[in-house]
């Protein structure tokens, strides 16, 4: 069974940073791309970034590029999302998925998110 876990959200001042991870579980990590979106209250999931099985290529909506990085360790199962300069237009929650940019809204279990508020 699939399982991702999302941590390290919080409340950070505007110019702020962040580092989220995903500890992921019953599936063969390194062998999937891995995606993070954002949901903000009332509106649809959006896609962030995505990064390939074996980190080598990256993808960020041209929001957060400049500011925000993905990465991951194939060793311990885990992706991360460091989050710089954050903007209170970036305040949602963080999801992760097993999938790439173009299938992500095909994923089906989703955890339970890492709240990120930026606010002053």
């Known amino acids: 069974e699939v399982q991702l876990v999302e941590s390290g959200g919080g409340l950070v001042q505007p110019g702020g940073s962040l580092r989220l991870s995903c500890a992921a579980s019953?599936?063969?990590?390194?062998?999937?791309?891995m995606t993070w979106v954002r949901q903000v209250p009332g509106k649809g999931l959006e896609w962030v970034s995505t990064?390939?099985?074996?980190?080598?290529?990256?993808r960020y909506t041209d929001s957060v590029k400049g500011r925000f990085t993905i990465s991951r360790d194939n060793a311990k199962n885990t992706l991360y999302l460091q989050m710089n300069s954050l903007k209170p237009e970036d305040s949602a929650v963080y999801y992760c998925?097993?999938?790439?940019?173009?299938?992500?809204?095909?994923?089906?279990?989703w955890g339970q998110g890492t709240q990120v508020t930026v606010s002053s």
């Open positions: 998925a097993n999938r790439g940019e173009t299938n992500w809204s095909d994923f089906a279990s």
């Open positions: 019953g599936f063969t990590f390194f062998s999937f791309p």
């Open positions: 990064i390939s099985e074996g980190g080598g290529s990256t």
